[in-house]
């Protein structure tokens, strides 16, 4: 089988459920949201029925691009093709482009093009709409790990009143139990009010790599998570009246994972939590959609270095924390359970550390490819959200200065070169407020948190390692 076309088939809804169809040649797929507290049909009466297809359809876009995966050739918004701007066309290829980079490189497929919209793009669009409430403070993107516990943090210090947001998806297995990690974590903090969000999908389980991989030349699947997750909460936003998604993404979404030679671009596995899709995206929201509704990071200023000298403040919270994609809270296997165990070894207090990892990782055989690669010894770091190499150096260093590095962690930091502590730190512990999109009416209170606490792990670690 060789898929060729790709067609949005049907879009309904009702009070608290979306329902997206999708077709792939003779295959047909869907994928349904669930919004427990939001009242779609209401948002509908307020806002009108062509709006707010509108607002679904570019939902439905952004869920059905998955399906890119099996390379289709053309792509056909059928019966909502009156809502295909020149706009949407470019932010949809664009993310595309820069998210399959990864599928692309996988799969060896360095000229492989997005595919081919079989409407024309309209001339005029529907001039977007303004919230007609206020939601009273910000809405935070909680997925329960560390960076969703140091947004929440600095929003409370800094007095920003905000609501949690929480998606659960068929990707991760039953919701029951990822709202129950993330509930644990939101108990530590004091949103106003807790959101909701499931995401029932037949694709991501479905067996089309063993059935069609072979014939299609494709090993992997590739999803567009957070532009996704853009769309999928703005019927939320404008529903209760938020004026800002906030999300907890950090600057080493800015660095790819590697330059590929093939094609001379940058492989960034975060390029959809990057600075340049965060701008895309809150971009587009104003110019087509809701013009008073914003996407910013609150921790888009700062590396994990500081981030995790945040965290020094709650280590009280630290068990609610979780980060794994393979099984929550940790699979204790995977480059993302390394990364986050050997910064928390290293920056943190060893008690609450040793609580949630009853083991060494960096002892465990088959994680030893997992901390090569993200040393830098490998073709590339893993494929993963994780902080840079020289992030993975100092927390090396840290831990085997800590006295809390085996044999194999030794070995590991033998091999490594030496260590430029201050460079790094003059990189790393930068506060680069520029760079980042905080709206002014928040900056202030969010940068002089993080100031301060780069001040403070600057000091630590010297002092560690002993070069204060």
Request: glycine fraction near 6%; charge should be negative; proline fraction near 6%.
């Amino acid at each position: 089988m060789r898929a060729r076309h790709l067609a949005l088939a049907s879009i309904t809804w009702s009070a608290h459920q979306l329902v997206m169809r999708f077709s792939l040649d003779e295959l047909s797929f869907s994928t349904v949201y669930w919004y427990p507290d939001t009242d779609l049909d209401d948002l509908e009466r307020r806002f009108g029925h062509e709006f707010v297809e509108r607002l679904f359809t570019h939902a439905a876009l952004f869920e059905v691009n998955k399906l890119v995966s099996l390379r289709p050739q053309t792509v056909d918004l059928g019966p909502y093709a009156h809502h295909h701007t020149e706009a949407l066309e470019q932010l949809w290829t664009t993310v595309l482009h820069k998210v399959w980079a990864q599928w692309r490189y996988e799969n060896g497929l360095p000229d492989e093009r997005p595919p081919r919209f079989v409407s024309a793009p309209r001339a005029s669009r529907a001039a977007p709409v303004r919230r007609d409430r206020d939601g009273g403070g910000v809405l935070l993107f909680s997925g329960g790990g560390k960076d969703s516990l140091v947004s929440m943090k600095l929003l409370e210090r800094a007095g920003i009143p905000f609501a949690s947001f929480a998606y659960a998806s068929t990707a991760y297995g039953p919701a029951a139990p990822q709202f129950r990690v993330i509930d644990a974590l939101l108990d530590h903090g004091t949103p106003t009010r807790r959101h909701r969000l499931i995401v029932l999908d037949d694709f991501l389980d479905a067996p089309v790599l063993e059935l069609y991989g072979d014939d299609l030349g494709v090993r992997t699947i590739t999803t567009a998570e957070t532009p996704s997750s853009i769309f999928a909460a703005l019927p939320l936003l404008l529903a209760h009246g938020y004026p800002h998604a906030v999300l907890g993404h950090e600057a080493s979404a800015n660095r790819g994972n590697l330059v590929w030679g093939a094609t001379g671009e940058e492989v960034n596995h975060q390029w959809g939590k990057s600075v340049e899709a965060e701008r895309l995206l809150d971009d587009y929201v104003r110019s087509e959609l809701v013009s008073d509704i914003g996407v910013f990071s609150a921790l888009m200023p700062i590396h994990d270095v500081v981030i995790f000298e945040l965290l020094r403040s709650d280590e009280a919270a630290l068990g609610a924390t979780h980060s794994c994609n393979v099984a929550k809270p940790w699979c204790r296997r995977c480059p993302k359970c390394a990364y986050v165990w050997l910064n928390y070894r290293a920056h943190l207090s060893v008690e609450p550390v040793a609580a949630m990892f009853p083991e060494d990782l960096l002892e465990i055989p088959e994680n030893q490819a997992f901390f090569r690669d993200m040393a830098g010894l490998g073709e590339h770091t893993p494929f993963e959200c994780i902080g840079q190499v020289e992030e993975t150096h100092l927390a090396l260093a840290l831990t085997e200065a800590r006295g809390l590095t085996g044999p194999r962690g030794h070995e590991l930091v033998a091999r490594l070169p030496q260590l430029d502590v201050r460079a790094v730190l003059d990189t790393f512990t930068r506060v680069d407020v520029a760079s980042a999109r905080i709206p002014e009416a928040y900056a202030p209170a969010l940068v002089t948190q993080m100031t301060r606490a780069a001040t403070s792990c600057r000091a630590r670690v010297l002092a560690c390692l002993e070069l204060a």
